[in-house]
T-cell receptor, first 116, second 114 residues
Framework: DAGVIQSPRHEVTEMGQEVTLRCKPI?????LFWYRQTMMRGLELLIYFNNNVPIDDSGMPEDRFSAKMPNASFSTLKIQPSEPRDSAVYFC??????????????FGPGTRLTVL | AQSVTQLDSQVPVFEEAPVELRCNYS??????LFWYVQYPNQGLQLLLK??????LVKGINGFEAEFNKSQTSFHLRKPSVHISDTAEYFC????????????FGGGTRLMVKP
């Protein structure tokens, strides 16, 4: 299994530009999570999808951020326009959610975003 | 809502010494508890988890953690650390009605010195 795949691994852009981060979850997983990691705020959950439907987006910072999951094998996180304070490492994670107990989240390697 | 506190942002320790990384949580309902490890420039990897049953949980790489409900703690321990254990360690909690959503602590950087 290839694990969770994220692209690009590194992104450097200028303030005001649109940024799109991509994630391919593990095949068969039905839950997908986007996290942001910064020194100041640690790891924050941005949004959570279950069966391609956004369940909780309360962590999305503001309207400049949007996330989509058009199918079970692909998700995007878009920032438009980007600002320097968006610089962070963005992680995608996936899991197989069932009706009971808990199922492990598997994390991708992350995308390091730098906004100049 | 739940929260997680990792009291130590950095823990320096010599190789082969024991280590304990502290984690306390707050929640109004039953929870699942986790420790993740993050090596430099990598994603997070699950070390161990507590879902139910025995309060002493053993994980990978010789780590273990003990769930203490009365003290709302889930401290991580290893009797003898190696240089390769140098990494960031995150404690996380999921309320068991929260659909696998995790809340992470701020992380503890374990620095193992020769």
């Amino acid at each position: 299994d290839a694990g969770v795949i994220q692209s690009p691994r590194h992104e450097v852009t200028e303030m005001g530009q649109e940024v799109t981060l991509r994630c391919k979850p593990i095949s068969g997983h039905n839950s997908l999570f986007w996290y942001r990691q910064t020194m100041m705020r640690g790891l924050e959950l941005l949004i959570y999808f279950n069966n391609n439907v956004p369940i909780d987006d309360s962590g999305m910072p503001e309207d400049r951020f949007s996330a989509k999951m058009p199918n079970a094998s692909f998700s995007t996180l878009k920032i438009q326009p980007s600002e320097p304070r968006d610089s962070a490492v963005y992680f995608c994670a996936s899991s197989l959610s069932g009706s009971s107990s808990y199922n492990e989240q598997f994390f991708g390697p992350g995308t390091r975003l730098t906004v100049l | 809502a739940q929260s997680v506190t990792q009291l130590d942002s950095q823990v320096p320790v010599f190789e082969e010494a024991p280590v304990e990384l502290r984690c306390n949580y707050s929640s109004s309902v039953s929870v699942y508890l986790f420790w993740y490890v993050q090596y430099p420039n990598q994603g997070l990897q699950l070390l161990l988890k507590y879902l139910s049953g025995s309060t002493l949980v053993k994980g990978i790489n010789g780590f273990e953690a003990e769930f203490n409900k009365s003290q709302t703690s889930f401290h991580l321990r290893k009797p003898s650390v190696h240089i390769s254990d140098t990494a960031e360690y995150f404690c996380a909690v999921s309320e068991n009605n929260a659909g696998n959503m995790l809340t992470f602590g701020g992380g503890t950087r374990l620095m193992v010195k020769p």
